[in-house]
């Protein structure tokens, strides 16, 4: 277990390699922009919306990554050396992300796509074992949710990325289309979430009747 400053610095390491990946992401854009040679800009856009593509899906990756990393430390009371390890392990993966986002602007592959899609696997894997890590142990838990099972979403993108993962690896042709099994993630958990209610109010009725 450690200081409340230990996990600040934890949690500004962490905003601060997001930023950079964000800043690297955008910089071949910048370079697209001093070599164009004062070529039109709409001639700049439709000769290279590959990347401009890949930029624009890889910012809203990092995006849900860290929106998702900010939930789940907000209710992180404490760290252990696990939670170090995963947490560099997602940050390993965020800092990456601008080497495949380089190649799948400039390739069409299937070796690219894949190194994409797994890249974002291992990223959402990382971040669901520390939900996990965090409620199998209350003591690093803030005390306002103790044994919150916060980590299910964080699951259900996980599930999802190793599905869209093995769709990239058996169809050669897929790229990286298979990411748009993420857009099942929110209707998932809100199924999720009424099936989990619906259970709490059906057995908080059978501990009213059988107290009656």
């Given amino acids: 277990m450690s200081s409340q400053r230990g996990l600040d610095r934890i949690v500004v390491f962490a905003d601060a390699v ?3 990946a964000c800043t690297l992401l955008v910089l071949p854009l910048v370079d697209l922009a001093t070599q164009s040679g004062g070529a039109p800009v709409d001639r700049l856009l439709s000769d290279h919306v590959g990347q401009f593509g890949a930029f624009a899906l890889s910012f809203a990756v990092i995006a849900r990554l860290w929106v998702a990393h900010h939930h789940l430390f ?3 009371a404490a760290y252990d050396a696990m939670i170090i390890r995963l947490t560099l392990v997602w940050l390993f ?4 992300l601008p080497f495949p986002t380089a190649i799948l602007a400039t390739q069409s592959g299937q070796g690219a796509s894949m190194l994409y899609v797994g890249t974002l696997m291992v990223s959402s894997l990382a971040l669901a074992s520390t939900a996990a890590w965090v409620d199998a142990h209350p003591a690093l838990q803030l005390p306002a949710e103790p044994g919150s099972s916060e980590d299910e979403p964080h699951w259900t993108t996980a599930v999802l990325l190793i599905v869209a993962f093995a769709l990239t690896a058996l169809i050669p042709r897929a790229s990286v289309w298979p990411l ?3 857009l099942l993630s929110g209707p998932i958990d809100l199924l999720r979430r009424r099936r989990s209610a619906r259970t709490g109010s059906h057995a908080a009725g059978e ?3 059988a107290v009656r």
Avoid: D, Q
């Fill in 18 to 20: 997001v930023a950079i």
């Fill in 74 to 76: 907000e209710r992180v």
């Fill in 93 to 96: 993966t965020v800092a990456f």
């Fill in 180 to 182: 748009l099994l993420l």
């Fill in 207 to 209: 501990s009213e009747r």
